[in-house]
């Protein structure tokens, strides 16, 4: 088992920024690819971002690339999601998820945090 707790979320104006963190513990935090995805209402979870078990390799949606960035600390149990540029149409929930195998599907992650909400503020 793998817990995840997401924490940063918030109110924010359009342009600013924010840090999402997502705490894993349980398992062998460095044996996980690690994702972020949000949750807009009435919409269908998508993809954010994603990062290799080592943090050499990153993957984005293209509506986030160039104003978002994932990392992760291994020796932390942590990854990280700074926002930047924030625009009202990134308000969601966010969540952090793991699994062992690289994928921009919601429906290949076995391990989910709770959530965090952001708010972008035109």
């Known amino acids: 088992q793998v817990q995840l707790v997401e924490s940063g979320g918030g109110l924010v104006q359009a342009g600013g920024s924010l840090r999402l963190s997502c705490a894993a513990s349980g398992r062998t935090f460095s044996d996980y690819f690690m994702a972020w995805f949000r949750q807009a209402p009435g919409k269908e979870r998508e993809f954010v971002a994603a990062?290799?078990?080592?943090?050499?390799?990153?993957y984005y949606a293209d509506s986030v690339k160039g104003r978002f960035t994932i990392s992760r600390d291994n020796a932390k149990n942590t990854v990280y999601l700074q926002m930047s540029s924030l625009k009202p149409e990134d308000t969601a929930v966010y969540y952090c998820?793991?699994?062992?195998?690289?994928?921009?599907?919601?429906?290949?992650?076995?391990?989910w945090g709770h959530g965090t909400q952001v708010t972008v503020s035109s």
């Open positions: 990062i290799s078990r080592s943090g050499g390799s990153t």
């Open positions: 998820a793991a699994d062992r195998f690289q994928s921009r599907s919601p429906k290949e992650y076995g391990y």
